[in-house]
């Protein structure tokens, strides 16, 4: 069964299966709601693409509601954290909770032997471990191994990802080539369920403002917030205080230089903020995460691996020290830029994607 969204990767994830001789049923997971006639939801043109490509492949389709489970499973974490100062990345629990639990649960029980999706990423069964591995996709710009690094080995097992082994391009050449209706569809972006709407407007419904004193590093007050929850470390748009010079400005600031979200305090509902993008408050060359989850089903040994801290960041060289199975330390070799609560911090050895936890501090 594979997960047809209505974009290219999975249509030709599908029809690459159905190439190689499976015999392949479609599933169209309809995870959202609330205002799902709005201008931002695309599920109902997604669903129509989906089943265009099913014609065209010549598989059928079915139309699975996971609404429920979703709002229960990654949306009420997705508000917590928020409330509580952090920012999640909840596209990685939708895949741990829904494509690769709520929808393989729903594939088994129909009798399929495998599920697949269009993501960009590798799985391997290892003889010498008896281990499945999870290894990134070829291409290294399309990459989605960071968004999958909570799969465990029952997870990886039953998962097939026939496009982790092309090029986009290739991907793209494929669906042009075989006629499918949706081979120049725009990628998705974003936040499965927001969608391209502004997403200050889409928090305000779920979480209450409280404004606050914006500070620079000088302890100045400079500019009101409009409530904690509504802004991420790193952030430079939207802070309605451009152009704003304070005294003593450090070496490289200025009235054109940009200003930063450096820190929250949540006990005093203070943002501060500096200018500059290399400004100290910015990096960081050790982080702390939690809540971890390992592709092997344990935690890799201490040493030296690679870490990203953020999806489309190069490798860093790091060093690992895990306290527990599900805490551990990085130490970094060159200062990482805005290391944020509630992003993941994953861990690479190579190619192979060893799995991560949630940034705490």
Known sequence: MVGLSGGVDSAVTAWLLKQQGYEVIGIFMKNWEDDDDSEFCSSNVDFVDACAVADVIGI??????FAAEYKDRVFADFVREYQ?????????LCNAE???KAFLDHALRLGAEKIATGHYARVRF??????HELLKGLDPSKDQSYFLHRLNQSQLSKTLFPVGELLKTEVRRIAAEIGLPNAKKKDSTGICFIGERPFREFLNRYIAKEPGPIKDNKGCTIGQHVGLSFYTLGQRQGLGIGGLKTKGAQKGG???????VARKDMEKNTLWVVQGHDHPWLLSQTLSAQDASWVSGSAPSAGS????????????PCTLDAETSELFRLSFADPQWAVTPGQSAVLYDGELCLGGGVISG
Request: aromatic share 10%.
């Open 98 to 100: 829904i494509k690769f």
């Open 254 to 260: 200025g009235e054109h230089t940009p200003w930063f």
């Open 126 to 131: 290892n003889a010498a471990t008896q281990k």
């Open 305 to 316: 691996l690679a870490s990203k801290t953020r999806y489309r960041q190069l490798d860093a």
């Open 84 to 92: 509580a100062g952090r920012t999640p990345n909840p596209d990685i």
């Open 60 to 65: 059928e389709i079915e139309h699975v509601n």
